[in-house]
């Protein structure tokens, strides 16, 4: 998978811009086009949920806590597991719900495991973004334990001082970007508005968007 | 006034690449466009070498052989007098009559047509050329930079809805694990087309129908039967290996190569090629909108109606269309979103509004 360069693809698209450069730019500047090229990212891993990962340092689990902050740049979970440790084995964890464990235990909130009773499930309903809880509650002998998550995630590294100038997508996908950077900069309010251009290109990135939502979005 | 031998040597450096052919023979009649201040009767011989290196180390030997009848008054005698002289013309040969040329030529590289018809591989050069031909250009106002790069886009979309480009790799295991990082190993990927593991094909999956085989799917030795491909870039296998080296035989859909240099050609294969310039000429032409945008969407419906036949012809290679990853079958895309109006607003809704209209004059 190519590496793409934000300030590649910005560099591409001066031409189309009618400027050589962000020095002779006047309708639109580097740092509005950093800002679409890092929105659309975001729409492509919120619709699309092709930036997948695997943290498995983030969650380290304490005795009698019941929920967690999800690892940064976290979406949704695909898949929980507690990793090995020399005396315990990998123990996959299940996707459930509170109202599926409110039925099951009414006291899944204090609920601790135990050698018997060991951590079975996770949920991230009624504990607000960005949260994972476990069933049973972590007890004293799976602290120290380490949750990894399989998760959706989303890139947030773009910023106007390119600070991190990386792209990790497929080099088409930076095609994609470019023709939503091209609408948006076109169809906003400015002496060089180009509504028929801006709607050509998007017509193509929305026929596109699509296609990439087909090969590697969450039906795959 | 007399006449006199002069015997001119020149070594001519063309301007443009020569298309390859095996023994072509060239005859060409050209009129000199000055005064040549030499005598009747000058035998001329000339050796040309190419200035570029020839594509696929085609090498080239041209010989051309000048009778010149003078249309100028000599004003100096020299009788006897032989006239050595070697040239280096700034501009391509433009002052010759009765030229006779005979090329040979040994590609190297492949022959996509007959004898005599120029190659259908098409080199950045040549596709550049096409483009600014289209949009009446000479790279003034669509730079070479700027087509190149719209041809790069067009190289790509064009595998994205064709799956045309196919590798197969050999992507190294590690004992025990199950997670991977694709692109750790293959640069290129797009999509898994068929990947399999000590000649037996794997079965693709989802992370949630591997759990529904066996929860414990990431920690079971044994050898590989699943495997699941999420996102851009994460493989999860089942079983892991335990021991041994191991590969997986993963064929997939892959990315071309960017094009970089004028004698760079496509990846894809040499008759679709001319479907590029159609998408580069659309490119080019949103900077400008309005006429010259909406003749272009013809170019760019054509490039989208290649791509979906040549899709077709792709899947129907594989019988039963056996590959585990399919391509988007874009021929439910409605074209007519490309389209627009001169003077109405286009599909994307973006109308200005109206302007008020003035009250109406009271009679007096």
């Known amino acids: 998978m190519a590496t793409l360069n934000v300030e590649t693809l910005i560099a591409d698209l001066w031409p189309i811009f009618h400027a050589t450069s962000t020095v002779d730019a006047i309708f639109v500047t580097d740092s509005e086009l950093t800002q679409y090229f890092a929105d659309y990212l975001k729409r492509l891993a919120m619709n699309v949920g092709c930036f997948v990962g695997v943290d498995d340092s983030f969650i380290v689990l304490n005795e009698g806590q019941q929920i967690y902050a999800a690892p940064p740049l976290f979406l949704d979970a695909l898949h929980i597991t507690i990793l090995p440790t020399e005396d315990l084995p990998l123990q996959p964890l299940d996707a459930s719900s509170t109202y599926e464990l409110e039925n099951l235990d009414d006291a899944y909130q204090t609920t601790q495991s135990s050698a018997a009773n060991p951590i079975e499930q996770w949920y991230a309903d009624k504990i607000g973004p960005g949260q994972l809880g476990f069933y049973p509650v972590p007890g004293a002998g799976d602290a120290g334990r380490i949750a990894q998550v399989i998760m959706h995630s989303f890139p947030c590294s773009l910023d106007a001082a390119h600070t991190d100038v990386n792209i990790d997508t497929p080099a088409v996908i930076g095609d994609w970007l470019e023709l939503n950077v091209i609408y948006e900069a076109m169809v906003k309010e400015s002496d060089y508005q180009l509504p028929e251009s801006a709607a050509s290109a998007k017509s193509l990135a929305d026929m596109l968007g699509k296609t990439i939502g087909v090969l590697w979005g969450k039906s795959q | ?364």
């Open chain 2, 1 to 364: 006034m007399s006449d006199t031998a002069v015997t001119i040597s020149k070594t001519l450096t063309p301007g443009k690449r020569l298309a390859p052919g095996l023994g072509i023979p060239m005859s060409k009649t050209m009129t000199p466009s000055k005064s040549l201040p030499v005598n009747l009767g000058i035998p001329i011989s000339k050796t040309i070498t190419p200035s570029k290196t020839a594509v696929g180390s085609i090498s080239i030997a041209v010989t051309i052989v000048k009778s010149l009848t003078p249309s100028g008054v000599i004003h100096k005698v020299n009788l006897g007098i032989g006239i050595s002289k070697t040239l280096t013309p700034s501009k391509a040969i433009s002052i010759a009559t009765g030229v006779v040329m005979h090329k040979s030529i040994e590609p190297s590289g492949r022959i996509n047509a007959g004898i005599g018809e120029a190659p259908c591989l098409l080199y950045v050069n040549d596709l550049q050329n096409r483009v600014w031909d289209l949009l009446d250009d000479d790279g003034t106002y669509y730079t070479p930079a700027e087509v190149l790069h719209a041809l790069n886009v067009a190289q790509r979309v064009f595998c994205l809805l064709t799956f045309v480009l196919q590798t197969t790799f050999q992507f190294e295991l590690t004992n025990g694990q199950a997670l991977y990082t694709i692109s750790s190993q293959i640069p290129n990927f797009l999509k898994p087309l068929r990947v399999s593991y000590n000649g037996v094909r794997l079965i693709p999956e989802t992370i949630h129908t591997l759990n529904l085989l066996n929860d414990a799917w990431q920690a079971t030795p044994g050898p590989v039967t699943h495997y699941f491909q999420e996102g851009f870039d994460l493989l999860g296998i089942y079983p892991q290996p335990a021991s041994g080296t191991n590969y997986l035989t993963f064929t997939y859909a892959a990315e071309p190569q960017a094009l970089v240099g004028q004698n760079d050609a496509p990846q894809i294969p040499a008759e679709q090629q001319i479907h590029l310039v159609d998408f580069a000429c659309w490119w080019c032409r949103l900077k400008e909108g309005g006429a010259e945008l909406q003749e272009a969407t013809e170019y760019l419906k054509r490039f989208l109606g290649a791509a979906q036949h040549y899709q077709g012809y792709v899947m129907s290679k594989s019988r039963g269309q056996l590959y585990d990853t399919k391509p988007m079958d874009i021929s439910t895309v409605d074209k007519s979103r490309f389209e627009f109006k001169q003077g109405k607003a286009p599909q994307g809704k973006i109308k200005t509004p109206k302007a008020p209209k003035p009250p109406k004059e009271r009679a007096e």
